[in-house]
């Protein structure tokens, strides 16, 4: 319950990335975080799950909790949960959804965020999807979160009144970085990698994504890379994979 003269109490899904490390950025400025994680088999789950706690404490977190959604990667069906699928290289000629998108992760996501905004009486639930940069995934689309939002209206109690927060849907990755440094997001602290767990590998999208983002704002990413990355994050808006995946990108935004 919140106290008189305390700040509301918002659900924020927190992976571990910068992404939802920004959103939760931007909504700790006027509520209490209750910051919710879930593994999902994900390849890079255990170093996602220290990011999540990092996260949680440095945004000073009133409220924390890691939900097992193991059977979701037990389905397969995606790179980033199946070991015989491996994780391809950025590659802006593809065609498609790619196959790191897992079937219909972000609705699994929000119905366990929406369920303990109701148990907890919180009124927003925060997901730092975005649209522009998603790969063209089809659960991080402005048309999918009205849709959910209406579920989310039918299938809780009367009362409840729970909205859906998406901070960053409209931003590029390139506004997220220079957001998060205006709001002091401890980027250091978070982690994209769809391969590794150590280093970076830098060439997966998300990698690349997230290299390009940094370049754009004209900062260094706190992160490490894999060796033979070392040294080149600086470099990679002269990039010719990051050029082409920009355009990519364009490309299925227009679509």
């Known amino acids: 319950m ?6 509301p109490l918002a659900v924020v899904l927190l992976s571990g990335g910068m992404d939802s490390a920004v959103a939760a950025s ?22 996602e799950r220290v990011c999540f706690g990092a996260l949680a404490q440095s945004l000073g977190a009133a409220r924390r909790r890691v939900v097992d959604l193991s059977h979701l990667g037990n389905l397969g069906g995606s790179s980033l949960t199946d070991p015989a699928l491996a994780v391809a290289d950025a590659d802006p000629a593809r065609a498609g959804i790619p196959a790191t998108y897992v079937p219909f992760r972000n609705a699994h996501l929000l119905a366990m965020a929406v369920s303990w905004a109701e148990v907890l009486g919180a009124r927003q ?19 999918f979160y009205a849709a959910f939002q209406d579920a989310v209206r039918l299938g809780t109690r009367p009362g409840s009144r729970i909205e859906l927060v998406l901070p960053v849907i409209g931003l590029s990755k390139t506004e997220i970085v220079r957001r998060g440094r205006e709001l002091g997001t401890p980027f250091h602290l978070t982690w994209s990698c769809y391969r ?26 706190p992160i490490k890379y894999a060796p033979e990355m070392a040294g080149n994050a600086g470099g990679m808006a002269r990039d010719p994979r990051v050029a082409a995946l920009t ?3 364009e ?5």
């Open 196 to 221: 590794d767990e150590d280093r970076a590998c830098g060439r997966c999208d998300s990698c690349v994504l997230r290299l390009r983002a940094f370049a754009g704002a004209g900062v260094p990413d």
């Open 125 to 143: 639930v925060v997901i730092g999807a975005v649209e522009e940069d998603s790969s063209g995934y089809p659960d991080c689309t402005r048309a």
């Open 26 to 47: 931007m909504l700790a400025r006027t509520h209490r975080l209750a910051c919710l994680h879930a593994t999902y088999g994900q390849r890079t789950a255990n170093r």
């Open 2 to 7: 919140q106290g008189a003269g305390e700040k």
């Open 247 to 249: 355009a990519f990108l």
């Open 251 to 255: 490309r299925v935004r227009r679509s």
